[in-house]
């Protein structure tokens, strides 16, 4: 059972460096680069060699798109409070925070995932000479196992509050997505003012490594 968590977690962090990769490459922020390695980077050199230049340059804008689409809504919902899940290497969270001292952001992923983002946060410091915001928490969380109700103490609840989950169901049996909605919705239910924003994509690019990463999915519930 271990070794098969493992696993998971290793997939996980690979998908999460690749998509950090995305960004880097479309210079989105100043930060991804500092969460691609140089395993992964290796990999894109091969992966350049056995896919067609205009089919890979599409990958790289539709899913830059998705995020861009993403950032379009937290902008117009104007949350106070955000609680992203399975957040991997997004650094939507530190650009966030290093703009608006007063939003509260708790990212969420594997125990693993959250120990690696916290020591690449700190060369992020370094790199950048920049300060983590105290507003900006790291947590570890399995959004199937662990319980929501963990995650109220974070919060206000009379704030304007967002969940966030921008490529979490690819990775959930129907089962585990159907759970995860009606906790989501559960807990939800503590905040006067709250919504809940997925957006995930799957492309017709399928004999790429990165196609098959990006898994279509769109869900919206708020309130």
């Known amino acids: 059972m271990e070794k098969e968590e493992k696993t998971g977690n290793e997939k996980i962090s690979f998908t999460a460096e690749a998509i950090a990769l995305m960004r880097e490459q479309e210079d989105t922020d100043p930060f991804s680069k500092y969460f691609v390695s140089e395993k ?79 020591k690449i946060f700190k060369k992020i410091e370094k790199g950048e000479e920049i300060s983590i915001r105290k507003n900006h928490f790291l947590i570890p969380f399995d959004v199937i196992k662990n319980d929501f109700n963990f995650l109220l103490k974070y919060f206000d609840r009379n704030k304007r509050t967002l969940i966030l989950a921008e490529t979490l169901s690819n990775y959930l049996s129907e089962e585990e997505h159907k759970k995860l909605i009606f906790n989501i919705i559960k807990f939800l239910d503590n905040f006067k003012n709250s919504a809940y924003l997925s957006h995930e994509s799957k492309f017709a690019m399928t004999s790429s490594l990165l196609g098959r990463i990006l898994m279509l999915y769109r869900n919206v519930v708020a309130k």
């Open 40 to 118: 992964t980077r290796k990999k894109y050199f091969w992966l350049k060699k056995l896919t067609p230049k205009r089919k890979l340059r599409e990958v790289f804008e539709r899913r830059i798109l998705l995020t861009k689409e993403i950032d379009s809504f937290i902008e117009s919902y104007k949350p106070e409070q955000i609680l992203e899940l399975a957040s991997g290497y997004s650094p939507r969270g530190l650009l966030m925070t290093q703009k608006n001292k007063n939003l509260k952001y708790l990212e969420t992923d594997f125990k693993s995932v959250i120990e690696s983002k916290k």
